[in-house]
Nanobody, 116 residues
């Protein structure tokens, strides 16, 4: 079955950096686009960034452009989100996502808190 396991979240000061990882299994990883989403308290879940199967970033939400970088390692079945210059408004639960056979699959999420 499809499994997505996120890690790498934590508490960081404004201006700091984190790298999120999402380990995937249960499908042919290298063939599928992957995405990172986030959901802050009281807000809707939003798409942060996506990447094609071969590794080309597809899009970034405007608020993270120039600060976040999505990448993947198809040999490790893992997708990453490198986050730099973090801001308090980046505080959210971050989710990994893949769309397969008309179904969205999600991990359990990893919490990112940006606070001094």
């Amino acid at each position: 079955q499809v499994q997505l396991v996120e890690s790498g979240g934590g508490l960081v000061q404004p201006g700091g950096s984190l790298r999120l990882s999402c380990a995937a299994s249960g499908f042919t990883f290298k063939l599928k686009a992957m995405s990172w989403y986030r959901q802050a308290p009281g807000k809707e879940r939003e798409l942060v960034a996506s990447i094609t199967g071969p590794g080309t970033p597809i899009n970034y939400v405007d608020s993270v452009k120039g600060r976040f970088t999505i990448s993947r390692d198809n040999a490790k079945n893992t997708v990453y989100l490198q986050m730099t210059n973090l801001k308090p408004e980046d505080t959210a639960l971050y989710y990994c996502n893949v769309y397969l056979m008309r179904t969205d699959y999600w991990g359990q999420g990893t919490q990112v808190t940006v606070s001094s």
